[in-house]
T-cell receptor
Framework: DTGVSQDPRHKITKRGQNVTFRCDPI?????LYWYRQTLGQGPEFLTY????????KSRLLSDRFSAERPKGSFSTLEIQRTEQGDSAMYLC????????????FGPGTRLTVL | DQQVKQNSPSLSVQEGRISILNCDYT??????FLWYKKYPAEGPTFLISISSIKDKNEDGRFTVFLNKSAKHLSLHIVPSQPGDSAVYFCALGGSQGNLIFGKGTKLSVKP
């Protein structure tokens, strides 16, 4: 396994459009996390899954955002009616429940909303 | 309200010398503390971690120190190498599962 992968790496969209990102975690990891990073800031937590269950959501995750992990493997993050303020790097990470402190990150999806 | 502070946005060090990166936090509820390194256009890469019951953890050139009474975390890199030039983030984790990151310190190691 080569690590966490994310697709696409870059996405440019117009304001008001919907976008969906995909994350494939390290195969033996049952925890999956989504973070958002803007310029000059560290990653900010959005939500996380243990297997297919979404266990925690940040207040940053407005009702325009939805995340799923239907089979406990890959996950998708959808943003509806995008706004310019949604422009950021969206990072996915995974870890095992036996070592939750070590989260391994993917390369991220850079979203630009015009 | 910033729970994790990296007060130095940048640090410049000569190759071969020690790099010391610092991090302060306000909440004592965290169980573990981590350092990540990030190159441009890549995701953060895990470097080293320490649990709240320890005060030092070492891995090769990287050592993390935890001072719980001062709520202070530091990363020592010795000797520093040009390839260490990157942005370093400290992160704090607890039983909830998510990590809380600082804003990062950009380290430049000059040959």
């Amino acid at each position: 396994d080569t690590g966490v992968s994310q697709d696409p790496r870059h996405k440019i969209t117009k304001r008001g459009q919907n976008v969906t990102f995909r994350c494939d975690p390290i195969s033996e990891h049952n925890r999956l996390y989504w973070y958002r990073q803007t310029l000059g800031q560290g990653p900010e937590f959005l939500t996380y899954f243990q297997n297919e269950a979404q266990l925690e959501k940040s207040r940053l995750l407005s009702d325009r955002f939805s995340a799923e992990r239907p089979k406990g493997s890959f996950s998708t993050l959808e943003i509806q009616r995008t706004e310019q303020g949604d422009s950021a790097m969206y990072l996915c990470a995974s870890s095992s429940s036996t070592a939750p402190d070590t989260q391994y990150f993917g390369p991220g999806t850079r979203l630009t909303v015009l | 309200d910033q729970q994790v502070k990296q007060n130095s946005p940048s640090l410049s060090v000569q190759e071969g010398r020690i790099s010391i990166l610092n991090c302060d936090y306000t909440n004592s509820m965290f169980d573990y503390f981590l350092w990540y390194k990030k190159y441009p256009a890549e995701g953060p890469t895990f470097l080293i971690s320490i649990s709240s019951i320890k005060d030092k953890n070492e891995d090769g050139r990287f050592t993390v120190f935890l001072n719980k009474s001062a709520k202070h975390l530091s990363l020592h890199i010795v000797p520093s190498q040009p390839g260490d030039s990157a942005v370093y983030f400290c992160a704090l984790g607890g039983s909830q599962g998510n990590l809380i990151f600082g804003k990062g310190t950009k380290l430049s190691v000059k040959p």
